[in-house]
């Protein structure tokens, strides 16, 4: 009985400890090549408050965004096209995406379980540059991370200067 009366408060503060740990990104796959053309991409599926926040990192580094647009969309006839339908689909690479929050911080950042974003040529849907996280993001004080950073200058480093 008295271990557990110490065990306890103990595996407790550890465990609470461990939530608290900043986050860090870590690139799992990068390109073999330099990624090239204007710091233009598009980004697949909604735009969340963490896709918001993940953006104006990237931004710092001078990247513009465009929403995903399939390629694959069945089209009209030649010279029909459908209203507010682009025609120009100008993005070479797209980003994906794929969070998984625990919780929101006070600060306003995110507490994530786990994070991956992708970089994918949109040409031959290579997967160009992969990169996760898990931890406390920015605006999470006391620990705040630096996981959108972290990722936005992996992107930008991969990209042709």
Not at 45 to 54: I, M, P, W
Not at 73 to 90: A, F, H, I, Y
Not at 98 to 115: M, W
């Amino acid at each position: 009985m008295r271990i557990l009366r110490f065990a306890v408060p103990l595996l407790a503060t550890l465990v609470a400890g461990a939530c608290a740990l900043p986050g860090k990104a870590t690139v799992e796959v990068s390109p073999k090549v330099s990624l090239t053309g204007p710091k233009v991409v598009a980004i697949m599926g909604t735009r969340t408050e963490l896709v918001a926040a993940l953006e104006d990192a990237l931004t710092e580094h001078g990247f513009t965004f465009r929403h995903y647009q399939n390629r694959d969309r069945v089209t009209e006839p030649l010279g029909q096209v459908k209203m507010g339908e682009s025609t120009v689909d100008n993005t070479k690479y797209a980003i994906e995406v794929i969070p998984d929050i625990f919780e929101r911080c006070l600060g306003g950042g995110f507490q994530l379980t786990s994070l991956r974003v992708s970089v994918v040529d949109r040409s031959s849907n290579e997967l160009m540059l992969r990169s996760t996280a898990n931890g406390r993001t920015e605006k999470c004080p006391p620990t705040s991370g630096t996981i959108f950073h972290d990722i936005a200058n992996a992107i930008n480093a991969a990209w042709q200067k």
